[in-house]
C-alpha cells in the first residue's frame, strides 16, 4: 500500500511514462519495466538487479520481460516454445529452453523467477508459491504465508489455486529476491 501510495505521488494518475526500447522485441517489456519502477526503490533495483544475477522468465516467447533482465546483464533461462528473439539470443547471456513452464524447475535456485504465462491467475499464483516452498527462489516479504510443501499438497487446485487468488486479480508474477 505505502508503495503504491509512493507510486501514485511519483508519477501523474500513479502511472510511469514509459518509453519503449526500439530494440525490445515486444511492448509487453513496459509491463516488466514497470513493475521495477513501481514495486522496487531505487536502491533495491540496483542491488537485486546486478549484472551477472541469475533468472528465469516463464512464456519468455518473443522477450519482452527478457529484454529487461538482459538489458541488466543478467543471466536468463527463457522458458517458451515460441521463438526468442535473436538479437538477445546473440547478446550470450540467454539460455532458451523449449519446455513446459510448469514443469520446468532450475538445477539450482535462481535469484529472480518472472513469469508472463497466459494462464488463469490462480494457477501461476500456486506456481510461483511453489517455487517459494521449494526453495528455488529467496524469500520474500510477499511471500504467500501458506507457501510450504505440506500445504500445497493439502491445496485443491481449483480452489486454493483459483478462487482464492483470482479474486485479487494477479496476472504476471514476480518473485524479487527481497530479504
Ligand atoms: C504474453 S506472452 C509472453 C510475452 C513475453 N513476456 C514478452 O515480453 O515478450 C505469453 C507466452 O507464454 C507462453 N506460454 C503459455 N503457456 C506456456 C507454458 N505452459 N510453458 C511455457 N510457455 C508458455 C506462450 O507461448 C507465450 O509466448
Given at each position: 500500500m505505502a508503495r503504491r501510495r509512493r507510486a501514485a505521488a511519483r508519477y501523474p494518475g500513479g502511472i510511469p511514462r514509459l518509453k519503449f526500447p526500439r530494440e525490445a522485441p515486444s511492448r509487453s517489456t513496459l509491463k516488466l519495466d514497470e513493475a521495477f519502477q513501481?514495486?522496487?526503490?531505487?536502491?533495491?533495483?540496483?542491488?537485486?538487479?546486478?549484472?551477472?544475477?541469475?533468472?528465469?522468465?516463464?512464456?519468455?516467447?518473443?522477450?519482452?520481460?527478457?529484454?529487461?533482465?538482459?538489458?541488466?546483464?543478467?543471466?536468463?533461462?527463457?522458458?517458451?516454445?515460441?521463438r526468442v528473439d535473436a538479437g538477445l539470443m546473440a547478446s550470450g547471456l540467454v539460455t532458451h529452453l523449449r519446455e513446459d513452464g510448469f514443469r520446468y524447475r532450475p538445477p539450482k535456485p535462481v535469484d529472480w523467477l518472472v513469469c508472463d504465462m497466459v494462464e488463469k491467475p490462480g494457477r501461476v499464483a500456486e506456481l510461483v508459491?511453489?517455487?517459494?516452498?521449494?526453495?528455488?527462489?529467496?524469500?520474500?516479504?510477499?511471500?504467500?504465508?501458506a507457501a510450504d510443501e505440506a500445504t500445497l499438497r493439502g491445496m485443491d487446485p481449483g480452489i486454493a489455486g483459483t478462487e482464492g487468488v483470482d479474486r485479487q486479480g494477479l496476472h504476471g508474477a514476480g518473485a524479487p529476491a527481497l530479504s
Open positions: 513501481v514495486l522496487l526503490t531505487e536502491a533495491e533495483r540496483n542491488a537485486l538487479l546486478r549484472p551477472g544475477a541469475s533468472a528465469v522468465d516463464l512464456g519468455a516467447a518473443p522477450g519482452g520481460w527478457t529484454y529487461q533482465l538482459v538489458a541488466r546483464q543478467m543471466r536468463v533461462t527463457a522458458i517458451d516454445n515460441g508459491a511453489r517455487w517459494f516452498a521449494q526453495g528455488l527462489v529467496p524469500g520474500s516479504g510477499v511471500q504467500p504465508q
